[in-house]
T-cell receptor, first 112, second 111 residues
Framework: DAGVIQSPRHEVTEMGQEVTLRCKPI?????LFWYRQTMMRGLELLIY????????DSGMPEDRFSAKMPNASFSTLKIQPSEPRDSAVYFC??????????FGPGTRLTVT | KQEVTQIPAALSVPEGENLVLNCSFT??????LQWFRQDPGKGLTSLLL?????REQTSGRLNASLDKSSGRSTLYIAASQPGDSATYLC??????????FGTGTRLTIIP
């Protein structure tokens, strides 16, 4: 397996634009997690899915953020409209039930 | 709310020395505790996972211990090498599968 795949690896956009981050989990994993990492706040869980169903989105900062998982092999995290404070590295991770989480390489987002 | 703390934030040791990284957590109702490594500009790599019923796990030169009652975990690295230089993060997994991460310890091994 190629591991967790994220795209794009880098994204630079202007304030107000829509940003879509993509993730392909490891095949067979039933959990998918979206994290955000910043220098100030460290690594924070935004939302996670179990069997494609959102379980806990309490970490999503505000209504500008939304996440979907239309099938077991694909998830998106969308920011609309984007703001400079959204600049961070966004990680996707997947796991089997109560097992170690495998992280993707991350998407570095810069909003100017 | 679970809080995870790692002290020190940064550590430098000469090559060949053994070292211990510390992790503490406030809520002992965890399912497991995980240690990760992060290289600059990279994602996280899982190193060790200790189930709540276990006291320690070993992988090569790495040994992680868990004391739930005191809310502590340690990561022991034997015979350190320059390639061990990275940021090490611990994360407590609660009963809902959520990981709460510490802020990490940035380790530098001096050749």
């Amino acid at each position: 397996d190629a591991g967790v795949i994220q795209s794009p690896r880098h994204e630079v956009t202007e304030m107000g634009q829509e940003v879509t981050l993509r993730c392909k989990p490891i095949s067979g994993h039933d959990y998918l997690f979206w994290y955000r990492q910043t220098m100030m706040r460290g690594l924070e869980l935004l939302i996670y899915f179990n069997n494609n169903v959102p379980i806990d989105d309490s970490g999503m900062p505000e209504d500008r953020f939304s996440a979907k998982m239309p099938n077991a092999s694909f998830s998106t995290l969308k920011i609309q409209p984007s703001e400079p404070r959204d600049s961070a590295v966004y990680f996707c991770a997947s796991s089997l039930t109560f097992a170690e989480q495998y992280f993707g390489p991350g998407t570095r987002l810069t909003v100017t | 709310k679970q809080e995870v703390t790692q002290i020190p934030a940064a550590l430098s040791v000469p090559e060949g020395e053994n070292l211990v990284l510390n992790c503490s957590f406030t809520d002992s109702a965890i399912y497991n505790l995980q240690w990760f490594r992060q290289d600059p500009g990279k994602g996280l790599t899982s190193l060790l996972l200790i189930q709540s019923s276990q006291r320690e796990q070993t992988s090569g030169r790495l040994n992680a211990s868990l004391d739930k009652s005191s809310g502590r975990s340690t990561l022991y690295i034997a015979a350190s090498q320059p390639g061990d230089s990275a940021t090490y993060l611990c994360a407590a997994c609660d009963l809902n599968e959520k990981l709460t991460f510490g802020t990490g310890t940035r380790l530098t091994i001096i050749p």
